[in-house]
Structures are given as structure tokens and as C-alpha cells.
């Protein structure tokens, strides 16, 4: 028996702690379940993991779908490398530390992140220089169109910079059941992000993956408002990148503007623009910017998606105006207008 709940409060199922209401949620624990659902529902289903990276609107029409399969396996291989299986409705975190109390290597400076694991592929979860598919192997996903189970591999998901197929195409076609990584026995640390290595300077040496996850963990606990105090929804846009003569020219006007090589161009910091529009710690209505992170924009209580969206469509066409630079929303908006 599945349980569908009709109007159903989301307001405690984001962390930007929006109002909202579903039309009818499910929670599901096992495929087969989910699988009914989507036949119930002939595939029209949207699904909510942690909610840490949604915008969710007062009215959300049809089905949320709440993936809750659990579970991690590790299966060891040759070469000091292991297969783990994990299911969607683990939370990433404590995936990060499972993987480490086994001395398995390789998402480490993924340490923190919220929401779930079934989430992870979607946006090509990043930080500190790692992404989520330099260890994905493939991922276990049910269609939304077929209700059949299929596998799909690092290519298939077309991952990018934040971004992946079910993102762009297949928004909403899979739901994700279980995401497998590869893992090394062999710990290789990736420490050339600035403040990283700082932390590390101040920790002493990052001789293991527990230590380099504990200096992330220091860096976004400094740098990140705790959704639990004050709502937020991480990054609020993307990193842009823009050619490499853009980012000269822009270089000459923004003081401490930083660039990194990218596929495409030069990857820019997008709270440096920001902050440099003069955003930094600003508020419109009932939501504002974070003052140590601009990327981050939080619910200053009370704030309705509206109000959250008007703040990021100020900031977008004013860096727009200002710098020529497109900023693109990193949350997933969730209903209708
Ligand atoms: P930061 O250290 O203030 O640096 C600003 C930006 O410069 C970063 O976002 C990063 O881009 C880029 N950068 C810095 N050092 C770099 C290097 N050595 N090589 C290439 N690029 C470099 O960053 P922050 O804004 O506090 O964020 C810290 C990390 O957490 C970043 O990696 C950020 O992407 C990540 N983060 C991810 C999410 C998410 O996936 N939803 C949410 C929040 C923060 P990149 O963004 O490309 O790394």
C-alpha cells in the first residue's frame, strides 16, 4: 500500500523554508512503490530530495515524489578501487563520513553539502575542486515514461559545470534510485582551492581524507549560513564563464576579480561581481544576500518564492547592466507561478 497525502505542506521540506503546498506527495522506500506511483500518476511526478536546492512556489500541481530508499554497499576490486552502491534517500553527508570511516577516498572535499544522494548527479554536486563525476560510475534510475529501471553510465548522464541530462532534456523524466561511485584506497588530496588551503595551513596537515574533510567542513561552516538557523538554498547562481578577452577588460574594472581556465573561456566568481554591484548583505523584502557569501541568498523570514526570485532577478539584471555578464540560477524552481 502506498501512501498519497493530498495537499501536502512543502514549507518544512526546503530549506528555504518556502511556503508551498503539493497537490498529492508520496513517499516512497522501495522501486516497486515508486514505480506504482509513476504508473498512478501516468509519469507526471516531481520529486524532492533534501530540498536544499529548489525554490519552491506556494502551488505545486500533480504528485511529489519523496525518494526514501536507503542503503551502502561497498564491493572491493582490484587495484585498491571499490564500487559503492548507494541508495537515493541517504543523506550526502553522511555518505562523506561512512566513506571515510572505511578509508574510502575521493569525495572528501564534497564534505557538507546538504540534501541527498539521489540529487548529487542532477547538478554534478562540486566544491573545492572536486565533482561529483570524476568518481560517479553510473547511476540506477526509474523513467517516467516507460516506469522501467535503467542504468545509466558517466556519458549518458552529460554531465558539466553544475549541470547534467536531467537538467536540461530530462528534467523531471527520472526518477534517481541508487548512485554508484568508484573509490580509491589511495588517498589523493586536491587542496589548490584558496581557502582550503588556509584551513590547512591552521589544521596542520591534511595527511588524510578525514582531516582535508574536516578543513572543508571548517571553510563552509565560517562561510555558509546553517539552513537550520537561517533559511537558505546554498549557491543561489552558477559560476559564469566568459572568453578570455571579457574577462580582461573586466579584470580592469573589478578590483580582485577572480578567473579560472574553463571549458569555454574563463570561469569567473560570481560573488566577486556581486559583491562588486554592491549586493553584499543587501536585502529586498523578506529576503536578502548572505554577508560572507553573496552567492547565497537567504529567507530573512517570512519570504515567499516570489520574494526570493524578485532578489535574484534585481541582482541578475543589474550584473547584467552593469558587467554584461548572465548569471544563472543554480535552484531548481518547484510549481506554478
Ligand atoms: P571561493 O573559494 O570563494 O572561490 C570562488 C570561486 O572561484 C569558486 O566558486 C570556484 O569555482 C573558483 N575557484 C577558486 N579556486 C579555484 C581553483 N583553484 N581552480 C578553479 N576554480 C577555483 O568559493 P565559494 O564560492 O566559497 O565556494 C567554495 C566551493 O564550494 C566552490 O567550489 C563552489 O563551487 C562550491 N559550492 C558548490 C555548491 C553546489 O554545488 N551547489 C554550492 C555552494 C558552494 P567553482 O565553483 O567552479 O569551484
Given amino acids: 500500500m502506498i501512501d498519497i497525502v493530498p495537499r501536502y505542506d512543502l514549507s518544512r521540506c526546503n530549506t528555504l523554508r518556502l511556503p508551498g503546498v ?11 512503490d515508486l514505480q506504482r ?24 500541481s500533480g504528485c511529489v515524489v ?19 552502491r548507494v541508495g537515493a534517500g541517504v543523506r550526502w553527508h553522511d555518505l ?36 561529483l563525476d ?23 548522464c552529460a554531465f558539466g559545470y553544475r549541470d547534467s541530462r536531467f537538467r536540461r532534456a530530462d528534467a523531471d523524466a527520472f526518477v534517481i534510485v541508487e548512485v554508484v561511485l568508484r573509490l580509491s584506497r589511495t588517498y589523493a ?52 564563464i566568459v572568453s578570455r578577452a571579457q574577462f580582461d577588460s573586466l579584470r580592469e574594472r573589478i578590483d580582485r576579480l577572480l578567473g579560472y581556465d574553463a571549458a569555454g573561456g574563463v570561469k569567473l566568481a560570481a560573488a566577486r561581481l556581486i559583491d562588486a554591484a554592491g549586493w553584499k548583505g543587501r536585502r529586498l523584502g523578506r529576503a536578502g544576500v548572505w554577508g560572507r557569501q553573496p552567492l547565497v541568498l537567504v ?16 541582482i541578475a539584471s543589474d550584473v547584467r547592466d552593469r558587467y554584461a555578464v548572465e548569471l544563472e540560477l543554480e535552484p531548481r524552481l518547484l510549481g506554478e507561478d
Avoid: M, W
Fill in 66 to 84: 519523496f525518494p526514501r530508499i536507503g542503503g551502502i554497499r561497498v564491493e572491493e576490486e582490484p587495484r585498491g578501487r571499490a564500487l559503492v
Fill in 299 to 314: 529567507n530573512l523570514g517570512g519570504a515567499r518564492a516570489s520574494d526570493v526570485l524578485a532578489l535574484a532577478d534585481a
Fill in 37 to 60: 506511483v509513476i504508473e498512478r500518476e501516468r509519469g507526471a511526478v516531481r520529486v524532492l530530495g533534501g530540498g536544499s536546492n529548489v525554490v519552491v512556489r506556494e502551488r505545486v
Fill in 189 to 240: 588530496p586536491h587542496i589548490d582551492y584558496p581557502d582550503v588551503r588556509e584551513e590547512a595551513l591552521r589544521i596542520g596537515k591534511l595527511d588524510s581524507a578525514a582531516r582535508l574533510a574536516e578543513a572543508v567542513i571548517r571553510v563552509r561552516r565560517r562561510k555558509l549560513p546553517d539552513p537550520r538557523s537561517v533559511p537558505n538554498a546554498g549557491s543561489f547562481f552558477k559560476n559564469p
Fill in 96 to 131: 562523506v563520513r561512512f566513506c571515510i570511516g572505511q578509508r574510502l577516498n575521493g569525495i572528501e572535499n564534497l564534505a557538507l553539502i546538504p540534501g541527498l544522494v539521489g540529487a548529487a548527479p542532477i547538478q554534478n554536486i562540486g566544491a573545492y575542486g572536486v565533482e
Fill in 134 to 156: 570524476t568518481v560517479f560510475d553510473h547511476l540506477v534510475a526509474v523513467s517516467c515514461r516507460d516506469g522501467g529501471v535503467h542504468r545509466l553510465d558517466r556519458a549518458a
Fill in 22 to 32: 503539493a497537490e498529492r506527495a508520496a513517499i516512497v522506500t522501495t522501486v516497486d
